[in-house]
């Protein structure tokens, strides 16, 4: 909880009495403020408190729209939606490197693609983004340390080196916001930043540094030794995310999370306790969903012990009027059953403000429906379902 300041106050040729009075004034004004935060404040979050938990409604948080992407054997979804702008989605196919255009309406607009080692070409799709206003789409290799540069067609622009960016997202319109670390960060003697690239030529125009609680860097990363060698376990991290006046920045190793506002001020929003250095097991806190009422969170721990669960995780909501902490349970009336979490897998594209988007596999929704768990616009639309159709897609508008 955040408990209001007052700032400022001075005593100047005030009895004893009157001293007093003020006093307890001031003490029972701050106690009234507990657990609420005002515009200038920092929200803290212990991450050792247990919170009741409540069931929130997916309309009242959300207008929902349900997008059933085409289906014919030309065009195999493989993967989450990589883009979602106001007018396109992109989305990787079946064939690896394959890029899908869809309009918002789910319909085919073409696909393309140029994988390989060669000139023009990447390796590996790491982030897929798009900028309509220039007519290009960026193609993240982080594997070949490079972003490749195609029209909407799918026609080779141009490329440029991009160093040690691991996640890329639409800044402006001339440049990136970056999060620049090595694949493997634990074992790499880089300490991870954030930073503005150009969109032209991947100049890195400024750098964001993040204060760390301490030297040492944290990573959602297990090693075990076991038959055969030495293994690594991970859990996605997603230290960027988007919302009405910038980027949130989540990094693992400071205790706070920022705020970068796209004119470049760093303003610090949560800090979270205890202090990460100071727990024997790491537990990360990450920025999730913002509404005009809530922000969703989620509490990551590392539990070596557990082979099927070593990053258990809760989800909180944290209630901007009131102050109020919960775990949270969310029903879609249409598919009471669906777990919905507002965490930041939500916004991990390339889309608009106070969007998100999530996907139901077809065999998924052919299954409930036939077993009479859907309601709704979506039980209509799984009606026409096949199991090898392509995903429907969940658009969320957060009120």
Known sequence: SVCCVLKNVTFVKIDICMRYLLIIWMMAFLCGCAGKSTDNEVLQIDLNAEHSSIRLNLKDIADVTYIKLASNTDLLVRSRALVCNENYILTKGGA???????????????????????????????NLRMDEKRGEIYVHDVFSRKIVVYDLNGEYIREFASGDARFIYNFNDDAFLVYNTETNRVNSDLKPYFSILAKNDGEILKKIEVPFSSGKKYDLTVTKEGDGGRF??????????????????????????????????????????????????????????????????????????????????????????????????????????????????????????????????ADELLEAYQEGKLYGELKDLASSLKDEDNDVLILYKFK
Request: hydrophobic share 30%.
């Open 96 to 126: 690896t490197g394959e890029i899908l255009m869809f309009d918002r309406e789910g319909q085919p607009v073409r696909k393309f693609s140029h994988y390989g080692n060669g000139p023009h070409e990447y390796n590996y799709i790491t």
């Open 232 to 361: 690594s376990y991970t859990a996605m991290h997603l230290p960027v995310v988007r919302n009405s006046e910038g980027y949130i920045l989540n990094e693992l190793s400071s205790d706070t999370i920022y705020q970068y506002s796209y004119d470049g001020v760093l303003t610090p929003v949560i800090l979270r306790t205890p202090a990460i250095s100071s727990m024997s097991a790491p537990v990360f806190l990450q920025y999730g969903i913002e509404t005009s009422k809530y922000v969703f969170l989620t509490r990551i721990s590392v539990d070596e012990s557990n082979e099927r669960d070593m990053f258990p995780e809760t989800n909180w909501v944290y209630n901007k009027e009131n102050g109020d902490i919960n775990e949270y349970e969310i029903r879609n009336d249409d598919y009471p059953d669906a777990k919905i979490v507002l965490s930041s897998h939500l916004v991990n594209c390339d889309m608009q403000s106070g969007y998100g988007i999530s996907r139901f596999n």
